[in-house]
């Protein structure tokens, strides 16, 4: 029989009082749960092109006795060497970068981007510090922060996400004239194929960024998430990363990549290359107290796959793959009518979402009547305003493009058009 516990009350930390589980969690789990519900909210990628011949044939092998550095067995803090050099090898090979600036010792390897996200942000941030961030942006980061008792302030961006330098200049200002100067810890900007705006960062702007900082002597450490950079859809993104560009010289950065977009997301390997090197040892110290090292094993099994040099060609197949996926989600929209409804987007060159503007004043929040018609129709979204560090505009929606087949993705398109048209 089952024993009955009587819970005595914790006295939790602030952390602890104030946290509110992620919105994404609920998301996943509701796509996960319900297959008639069709998700264009979870940022999953496409079971069809998982590399499983990959994983497989590697898997079998790293099982094997006398493999160099055991895989089944615990590795380094910051993660094995030979993939750390790869993954310095991918960095570069994107145009703008040269290999010659990037140094493994600087690369630590993480359980998904998200967790180095997390750890930099821990390392610097204490409560009430303020992160500037894009205007959308990624929301998971959002709520982390949130959660982390830590201020996200929208840098001014126009309707598509573009930065607007002047009035980023007047903000600080402003917030220099509030005494928040030393409250301003970090810059974090999802500068390829955003999650959501699904727009890049031009190198003229991201020179802009640093312009305003310099002038305004705001060095602070600046966070570029790299999450989709691998993801383009024809070209890669042409401009360099801030690793790389010497307006950024002067701050201390941190670049995010990931092997789980790109490559396989439940191996969760993802990882981030700092220049700084008092803040490295900060965020390895954490990470050393979190799990003393990412799954290894995860590890090895990518390390294959580059160093056999398998890794490009998969990224060739997915790319059209994904790049057909998003063609097949907006074709869908625009035949539905959704433009003619008012509705606006740019088409994506890169990533895994649509990032679709209803006309201004159009509520598509969580609680609102258009959210809950969704869901009794059987399709999911994420609600805009989430991806807003004041939670305004509510006339956004983020849909994706990448989890669903085919079929069903042209039916959650059709079912989320119906409902914009009030059917
Ligand atoms: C912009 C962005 N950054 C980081 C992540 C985290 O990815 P992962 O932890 O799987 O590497 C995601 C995942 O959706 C993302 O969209």
Request: charged content about 25%; proline content about 5%; hydrophobic content about 40%.
């Amino acid at each position: 029989m089952k024993r009955s516990e009587s819970h005595s009350s914790i006295a939790f930390s602030k952390i602890g009082r104030e946290i509110q589980p992620p919105v994404i969690v609920d998301l996943m789990a509701r796509a996960l749960a319900n297959p008639e519900l069709l998700s264009l909210a979870a940022g999953f990628t496409d079971n069809a092109v998982l590399p499983r011949a990959l994983v497989g044939r590697f898997a079998m092998e790293l099982t094997q006795e006398g493999q160099a550095e055991e895989p089944l067995q615990y590795g380094q803090n910051q993660g094995r060497q030979k993939l750390r050099e790869l993954s310095c090898d991918v960095i570069a090979s994107h145009p703008g970068e040269d290999r010659s600036a990037y140094d493994p010792v600087n690369l630590f390897l993480t359980n998904g981007s998200q967790q180095a996200l997390y750890l930099a942000v821990q390392a610097l941030c204490d409560f009430g510090d303020i992160i500037l961030v894009e205007e959308p942006s990624y929301f998971v980061c959002l709520e982390m922060l949130k959660g982390l008792g830590i201020r996200a302030m929208g840098i001014p961006c126009d309707d598509t996400g573009a930065v607007q330098p002047e009035a980023m200049a007047a903000l600080l200002e402003d917030l220099d004239a509030k005494g928040e100067r030393d409250r301003i810890k970090a810059v974090y900007l999802v500068s390829y194929f955003c999650n959501p705006s699904s727009r890049s960062l031009e190198a003229d702007e991201k020179r802009a960024i640093a312009n305003v900082l310099l002038e305004g002597g705001w060095q602070v450490p600046i966070i570029e998430d790299a999450a989709y950079r691998e993801l383009f859809f024809e070209e890669a993104h042409s401009a360099p990363s801030i690793i790389s560009m010497p307006e950024f010289d002067a701050f201390p950065k941190l670049y995010l990549g990931t092997y789980t977009k790109p490559f396989a997301t439940g191996l969760k390997v993802g990882y981030g290359y700092c220049t700084h090197p008092e803040w490295l040892q900060k965020i390895l110290g954490i990470k050393g107290h979190q799990d003393f090292g990412s799954a290894h094993f995860n590890q090895a099994i990518i390390e294959r796959v580059l160093a056999e040099g398998l890794y490009e060609p998969h990224l060739q197949g997915i790319r059209k793959h994904y790049a057909h996926k998003a063609q097949v989600l907006e074709s869908e929209l625009i035949d539905g009518g959704l433009r003619e409804l008012g509705w606006h987007w740019e088409t994506p060159k890169g990533g895994l979402i649509i990032w679709a503007r209803a006309p201004k004043g159009t509520d598509l929040r969580m609680e609102s009547a258009f959210c809950q018609q969704c869901i009794d129709q059987g399709v999911l979204y994420v609600p805009g305003d989430l991806c807003f560090s004041s939670g305004e505009p509510w006339h956004c929606a983020r849909l994706a493009s990448g989890a669903l087949p085919e079929d069903r993705l042209r039916e959650a398109a059709r079912r989320f058009v119906a409902v914009a048209k009030g059917e």
